[in-house]
């Protein structure tokens, strides 16, 4: 009996030291519990922040792919307008160009009409001059061969009228 007296006293040992062990497990794995819900909670809550923040993000995303079609397009009309702004003086350059070539040909042709007058004048003159000139060499040469013929003529009649005679 004392054998079994010590059994059980032993099995009862056993028995609160398990107890004791159940106890203190239970209260392990409420704490684990509590924690885990904690960890839970706390999970949850980063996983909001983290979807706000990816909102977030892609708000400032779609946003900034916004601003860059807005900046893009505004660009490109800007860049039309400079080009045809460049197109247009460029244009006008040629016409103001084109117009400076017609008026400086039509001041040459008429610079060159008034040097054919002039030299038409200055040829005019210079073959009435030489028309003077001719006129006195051929009035002299008439003088002469009329003065050399009438020579001839007083000779050949001082001829005949010595042959007459």
Known sequence: MKSLQRESNSNEKRILEFLERMRELECELRELKKEKAELITEHDAI???REEEMRALQNALDSGL????K???KFEQD???LRNSYSSQEQQLM???EWKLRQIECTCKAKLREKDVEVIHFVLSLALRMLGVAEVYLET???LWLS???NWIVKVSSLVDAIEF
């Open 47 to 49: 996983e909001v922040e």
């Open 148 to 150: 050399h013929a009438h």
């Open 71 to 73: 900046i893009q397009n």
């Open 79 to 81: 860049f039309k307008a």
């Open 141 to 143: 040469k008439r003088n």
């Open 95 to 97: 016409d103001d160009f």
């Open 66 to 69: 916004e601003l860059r079609i």
